[in-house]
């Protein structure tokens, strides 16, 4: 199974080192990595504005959005709910095994 290699920095300065696995279809790894960049820089530069947004707000809104481009596809509704659901659980675990890098702080 081929996988997209991505670094993650937090705001707090958290690294993560994920090793996504992608569908055995994805068209185009690099253009997959290319969005994902690009989708979280967008969500930092709208949170820097609006500090106030709850992660859980986030996340709902980035459900919504996945649920969106499902129904955007020209399929049938199970057959894009089931992807999505399995793209989803694939990433989250993909994430979730990734260890976190936690910068060092204080005197020495």
Partial sequence: MKTL???IETGTG?????EFPLH??????????????Q?????DRDLALFSETSNGDVLQALAMVLAVRARMVHADNDTTARLSTQLLSTA?????????KVPQTGNA
Avoid: H, K, M
Wanted: avoid cysteine; charge should be negative; hydrophobic fraction near 35%.
């Fill in 24 to 37: 055995e279809e994805t068209g185009d790894p690099v253009r997959v990595g290319q969005l994902v960049s």
């Fill in 39 to 43: 989708l979280l820089s967008s969500i």
């Fill in 5 to 7: 290699p991505y670094r």
């Fill in 92 to 100: 989250l675990t993909a994430v979730s095994e990734a260890p976190r």
């Fill in 14 to 18: 958290d690294t993560f080192d994920v």
